[in-house]
């Protein structure tokens, strides 16, 4: 067993728990998978995304996106509050748990699944460190199992607040097979959040990825971090979107109050793999892609830092291949002005 594996208290690799539940349950129809078609879009700055096409997911029941069917807080449905038996992977760290793994019920990527917290905390209140240390532990402990055998990864994300593409209020990060997310139909795309290099602050360890047209920051990882250094990441992050997004060309102060009572003041979409985390800041859910009638509307969540996107509609879905200039229009409505405090753009 892995370091990473020992913390999340697992009797098994992680991977091969999240694969076989994933297989029992496809098989058992217990997971509704649905295929989705695939296109690659490129920005006008060279930034590389991967464009699905699922019609399927318009009849998906809204608000519902894993573990069970069982019970509700209130008059609001709540699938983390007690998951199904035939999607719940895991409740860790073991023995005294305060997160739950658990399939995603309505996947597009084989194997996706979710860790959500116990009590039922808010989905828009600042991560803890709990939250990051064991998404981080899983990401590790995905990653370390193949170290022998050839890279395997895992990408983490998390939405928060009204603006990023969340779907339910209970607390809880998604996570995708690098592996199952990419394709032989789209050859040309790459984890987005691996390119996001060049420097955006002189003295702090912000970087991002210029081609890429909207607001977002990147802090690289080191193994071995606690979940208190990953935490501090994640802050560091979060003042820098809140302070693009609220206060563009004025100095980044390190204190900057990020939330209030618990709640951030700012809608965003997190990334994670094991090198790097990231972070959105979002000005609005969804885009209209012009010439793709009067309807449209793609909402666009935390797998934008993957560099992949997802239309339901088949003439989004055929206006975007036409015209990938309209990707740069659709990602600077939902988020906010590329930002930097850097004069000159340095890779590491």
């Known amino acids: 067993m892995t370091d990473s594996e020992t913390m999340l208290g697992l009797a098994e690799p992680l991977q091969r728990i999240v694969s076989r539940k994933f297989t029992t349950a496809f098989n058992a129809r217990d997971v509704i998978f649905s295929p989705t ?40 449905f709540d699938p983390f509050a007690d998951p199904a038996p035939e999607l719940l992977i895991a409740r860790i760290p073991n023995p005294k748990p305060t997160h739950a793994l658990v399939l995603n019920k309505y996947p597009v990527i084989h194997n996706h699944f979710i860790i959500a917290t116990e009590a039922n905390k808010p989905q828009t209140d600042i991560l803890e460190e ?26 983490a994300f998390f939405n928060s607040g009204e603006h990023s593409g969340a779907s339910q209020v209970h607390r809880h990060l998604q996570f995708l097979p690098v592996e199952d997310v990419a394709s032989s139909a789209t050859p040309e795309w790459d984890l987005l959040i691996d390119g996001m290099t060049v420097r955006a602050h002189p003295e702090l360890a912000l970087f991002h990825d210029p081609s890429i047209p909207i607001s977002h920051f990147s802090t690289p990882l080191e193994k071995g971090m606690s979940p208190a250094d990953l935490h501090r990441k994640y802050v560091l992050l979060m003042r820098a979107a809140l302070s693009s997004a609220q206060s563009p060309g004025q100095p980044l102060k390190e204190d900057l109050v990020i939330q209030r009572n618990g709640k951030t003041l700012l809608s965003y979409n997190l990334g994670m793999t094991t090198d790097r985390m990231a972070i959105c800041p979002r000005s609005q859910e969804a885009a209209a892609i012009p010439g793709a009638g ?52 340095v890779k590491i």
């Open 294 to 345: 009067p309807e449209s509307s793609v909402p666009v969540n935390g797998t934008v830092l993957a560099g992949t996107l997802m239309v339901k509609d088949e003439d989004e879905w055929i206006t975007l291949q036409g015209n990938h200039a309209l990707l740069d229009g659709m990602l600077t409505s939902i988020g906010y002005p590329l930002a930097s405090w850097q004069k000159s753009g």
């Open 37 to 76: 078609s695939l296109a690659h879009l490129r920005a006008k700055g060279g930034a590389s995304f991967q464009l699905r096409y699922c019609p399927a997911l318009k009849k998906k029941p809204q608000g519902d996106n894993s573990a069970s069917e069982k019970k509700s807080t209130g008059s609001q």
């Open 130 to 155: 709990d939250d990051v240390g064991l998404a981080y532990a899983c990401l590790r402990a995905w990653e370390d199992q193949d170290q022998k055998n050839g890279s395997s990864r895992l990408f």
